[in-house]
């Protein structure tokens, strides 16, 4: 089946400093998602990315469509306690009657204050 | 709106024994899914529904069975639980379209220990 590779799987990170995380696949997809999950609770939707080359901001959170339509990054600046959680990235092909979401299996966030 | 709710939040099981989760959205989503996470994994699709009585299977559907009855409910089935089931249960719903970002509003989860 198609898969997500995620990386890094953990990154333990100073208050204050920026992050980065990727994904990657052999497939092509139309759509990017960004979820993040917080302990205890399930994932909530942060980015979405439709576009090819997409560059889309949300407060401190930018992340990017890449032009191959296989992979994309997600920063964090400027990194705050609240930040900690799961991180996932999700692919899909959008006009599909299931919208189905794939995940790569997360990169865990840890801040120290 | 209170979203999407999961009945129960944690439940501990025998082997053998079966079980039904429960999950509840009052946004009139007509698609609704199942997933299930494992430690160190994304979420797995088990099973999923595009509307009120159908259903489909997922990634991973084996030893589970769902019903869609009301278009607000969506059920999940274990009818012999098995201790490889043992993972956090999460419901999901969206709307079909209308919206560009067909974003799934997920449920707290439920999670369930096999012994």
């Known amino acids: 089946g198609q898969q997500l590779n995620q990386s890094p799987q953990s990154m333990f990170i100073q208050e204050g400093e920026d992050v980065s995380m990727n994904c990657t696949s052999s497939s092509i997809f139309n759509t990017w998602l960004w979820y993040k999950q917080d302990p205890g609770e399930g994932p909530v939707l942060l980015i979405a990315?439709?576009?090819?080359?997409e560059l889309t901001s949300n407060g401190r959170l930018t992340a990017q469509f890449g032009i191959t339509r296989k992979d994309s990054f997600l920063n964090i600046s400027a990194s705050i306690p609240s930040d900690v959680g799961i991180y996932f990235c999700?692919?899909?092909?959008?006009?599909?009657?299931?919208?189905?979401?794939?995940f790569g299996k997360g990169t865990k966030l840890s801040v120290k204050p | 709106n209170a979203g999407v709710t999961q009945t129960p939040k944690f439940r501990v099981l025998k082997t053998g024994q079966s079980m039904t989760l429960l999950c509840a959205q009052d946004m009139n989503h007509e698609y609704m899914y199942w997933y299930r996470q494992d430690p160190g994994m994304g979420l797995r699709l088990i099973h999923y529904s595009v509307g009120e009585g159908t259903t489909a299977k997922g990634e991973v559907p084996d030893g589970y069975n769902v019903s869609r009855l009301k278009k607000q409910n969506f059920l999940l089935g274990l009818e012999s639980a098995a201790p490889s089931q043992t993972s956090v249960y999460f419901c999901?719903?969206?709307?079909?379209?209308?919206?560009?970002?067909?974003?799934?509003?997920f449920g707290p989860g439920t999670r369930l220990t096999v012994l």
């Open positions: 999700v692919s899909m092909n959008y006009g599909g009657s299931q919208g189905n979401l794939i």
């Open positions: 999901a719903s969206r709307t079909p379209s209308g919206s560009p970002y067909n974003e799934q509003f």
């Open positions: 990315l439709y576009k090819a080359g």
